[in-house]
């Protein structure tokens, strides 16, 4: 039951500035970590960056100094920073979450975002 869903994507021009964001949602006891993953025309979906819950990051060689992956556990949510951004960049981005579902249990679930389009063109 546990559900994502991204926003800010958009058209930008090469070099500009966006900022995604996914918020997940119901019946969520904690998320653990957090991605953000990108898919470009006819190319293999692509890890872009992750994050921990205690704020540990990493980040793919091409969007290093250039993105940034961030969180608010609070309002369960995970934003990434583009800026300088290439017209590579282009590509639909998808959030991803693994969220503790079951405090008793211990279950926990990966769930995926709808996805959100970033083109970069002038």
């Known amino acids: 039951q546990v559900q994502l869903v991204e926003s800010g994507g958009g058209l930008v021009q090469p070099g500009g500035s966006l900022r995604l964001s996914c918020a997940a949602s119901?019946?969520?006891?904690?998320?653990?970590?957090m991605g953000w993953y990108r898919q470009a025309p006819g190319k293999e979906r692509e890890l872009v960056a992750t994050i921990t819950r205690s704020g540990a990051t990493t980040y793919t060689d091409s969007v290093k100094g250039r993105f940034t992956i961030s969180r608010d556990n609070a309002k369960n949510t995970v934003f990434l920073q583009m800026n300088s951004l290439k017209p590579e960049d282009t590509a639909v981005y998808y959030c991803?979450?693994?969220?503790?579902?079951?405090?008793?249990?211990?279950?926990?679930?990966?769930?995926w975002g709808q996805g959100t389009l970033v083109t970069v063109s002038s």
């Open positions: 991803n979450a693994e969220a503790l579902v079951s405090l008793l249990s211990g279950r926990v679930e990966g769930v």
């Open positions: 119901g019946g969520i006891v904690r998320i653990n970590d």
